[in-house]
């Protein structure tokens, strides 16, 4: 039912229960804040009103109104542009940057900071009004995937929401009162001593430079400019389709052959392609799968492409590590394969290989250290960029990114179906895996390749996929607390899964920590889905199984699927990080 109100003089119906600032933002009047943060469609909202920057007149009450948790009511009279509603938006702002450090030029966030748009567009120019003590605090680089600086939070808890109703991780909170308040992980623990699963969603939505990702941009130069290193690159479905957006490019533009030239450009010897590994992934875990169905193994089997995912498992559900697929991450196997098989084909020693992976996650940086993702001491991937850290490396180079042409991915770790792309969006890698366990259970052509129950972004989808008579039930999660849901039916006996998928990020892969920042769009997140499955729809071969330089990597060095060699390289085992009994 709408309601009927005013706002600047335009009179609109809205929805009953929406707030001030949805309301305005259909009347497409723009109110500043930074505390709030609403993804629609993925259940993820922040209700805290903390900033104060986004206050409003409403006629007939005496005090200024926070847009953000001020819910509209019939007839109801707003003004969001008068003398005192902006005055009191300036002195909030300048509050906040009267406790702020002043090194814009240098920071991470620069230029895409929440806190330096709104200054500027309040037009703060000059000497503050506001002077005062300034907090201090240490950094936090205890982490490979992900840095802490206090001294730039604005306590706006869009972090705590996160990690803690969102992911349900319990990592932050604020602790203290008035002016020493601050947010910081239980004791003040370095975070790389926490339960922290890296899965960076309080970096993805941070409204300044006090969560970032740990850079590891000069390494990688370094790596590139030294003659004795011999340095490829690898790129996830999901770089493709959001890089474009860090050059001006409309969110989903798929930007592959672009991306390409500009990595050789860079300097990297040979440019591979992660899809490659998915497809080499689904070979692997579909056939687990098909051998848990068949020998009576461990069911619900959950899949393993998500870092986080596994960290949150091992941390929070340590007894159920018998359930996920020992398969590992796609980049992970890309990187096995280019230090053993590529690199005796090229006859170039592994130790002399840098495997330089660029994904849409900032996990992955911690999990390419695992000493389990190794051979002979020999780390499978030896640095992960996130997408941004790539725009900065082709930004620093002086390209015309828009202007480049065209390249292709390197053979023979480069050709790919479009099954691996949806890898990069939630329900992806359940579909990747179904197109080809089903070919395999019941010996019939798939021939319906768009699986669309599987899509979408609701936290917790359901399915049921006829196999040989019966029916086999699949989940898919996206989001860490809905993970949480079904572990715990699990560990109660209440699931009768076969299968699910488990994505940390909302929305998956194109939501990742390490994508260009989308200030609470979620829109934005749609259209790189979308894009993937469109790049799906149009390329001729569609099924894991039948990339056939996959199947030749088998015949020349892997031998059978889900096999002895295949296990030396391609999978891996977890372990209990919390040590605690059930």
Request: proline share 4%; net charge negative; aromatic share 6%.
């Amino acid at each position: 039912m709408d309601v009927n109100i005013k706002i600047n003089d335009v009179e609109l119906g809205v929805p009953s229960g929406y707030t001030v600032l949805e309301a305005a933002h259909l009347a497409k009047i723009n109110i500043p804040s930074l505390c709030h943060m609403k993804l629609k469609d993925m259940n993820v909202t922040n209700h805290v009103a903390s900033c104060r920057v986004c206050m409003v007149e409403v006629e007939g009450k005496r005090n200024l109104a926070p847009a953000c948790s001020t819910v509209v009511s019939e007839g109801m009279v707003i003004r969001t542009n008068t003398d005192r509603a902006m005055k009191a938006r300036r002195t909030s702002v300048e509050l906040l940057l009267s406790d702020h450090p002043s090194d814009c030029l240098v920071c991470a966030k620069n230029q895409k900071c929440d806190l330096q748009k709104i200054a500027a567009d309040l037009g703060i120019r000059g000497q503050l009004h506001y002077q005062g003590e300034k907090s201090k605090y240490p950094k936090d680089l205890s982490s490979k995937s992900i840095i802490r600086d206090p001294e730039k939070c604005i306590l706006c808890r869009r972090c705590e929401t996160m990690c803690n109703e969102v992911q349900t991780c319990g990592i932050l909170s604020a602790v203290d009162r008035g002016f020493k308040t601050v947010v910081k992980p239980t004791f003040g623990l370095p975070l790389a001593e926490t339960m922290c699963t890296f899965c960076g969603q309080c970096v993805a939505v941070c409204p300044t430079g006090a969560l970032t990702e740990a850079n590891n941009v000069n390494e990688v130069w370094d790596a590139i400019h030294n003659p004795n290193k011999y340095v490829v690159v690898q790129t996830a479905p999901a770089v493709r389709v959001a890089l474009g957006e860090e050059f001006g490019l409309e969110a989903g533009s798929n930007v592959t052959g672009k991306m390409v030239t500009a990595l050789r450009n860079l300097g990297f010897k040979k440019v591979f392609d992660t899809d490659f590994a998915a497809d080499l992934t689904i070979v692997e875990e579909a056939s687990e799968f098909v051998h848990r169905l068949q020998q009576g193994g461990k069911l619900p089997m959950l899949t393993s492409c998500c870092p986080a995912w596994i960290n949150f498992l091992e941390y929070q559900f340590p007894d159920l590590l018998d359930n996920p697929s020992t398969c590992k991450s796609p980049h992970e196997m890309l990187g096995a394969v280019i230090k053993t098989y590529y690199a005796h084909k090229m006859n170039i020693a592994p130790e002399q290989i840098v495997v330089v992976s660029v994904m849409p996650c900032v996990a992955k940086k911690y999990e390419a250290s695992r000493s389990e993702l190794s051979q002979n001491q020999v780390q499978n991937v030896d640095y992960v960029l996130t997408t941004r850290e790539l725009a900065i490396m082709i930004n620093e180079t002086g390209m015309d990114f828009s202007g480049l042409d065209d390249g292709e991915f390197d053979s023979p770790l480069g050709e790919s179906t479009g099954v691996a792309l949806i890898f990069g969006a939630t329900g992806g890698v359940m579909e990747a895996a179904l197109r080809t366990a089903y070919e395999w259970l019941t010996g019939d052509v798939l021939e319906n390749l768009e699986m669309t129950e599987l899509r979408g972004f609701k936290g917790i989808r359901e399915a049921s996929i006829p196999i040989n008579g019966e029916e086999v039930k699949i989940a898919i999660a996206n989001g860490l607390g809905n993970a949480r849901k079904l572990l715990e039916d699990i560990r109660k006996g209440k699931s009768d899964y076969a299968l699910i998928e488990v994505m940390a990020c909302p929305g998956g892969c194109i939501g990742g920590a390490g994508q260009p920042y989308h200030h609470g769009d979620s829109e934005i997140i749609k259209k790189r889905a979308q894009a993937l499955y469109r790049e799906d729809r149009e390329m001729v071969k569609r099924k894991s199984h039948k990339n056939e330089d996959v199947l030749k990597l088998y015949h020349d060095f892997l031998g059978e699927f889900y096999g002895e060699k295949a296990h030396e390289l391609l999978h891996t085992h977890y372990t209990n990080k919390r040590k605690t009994e059930y």
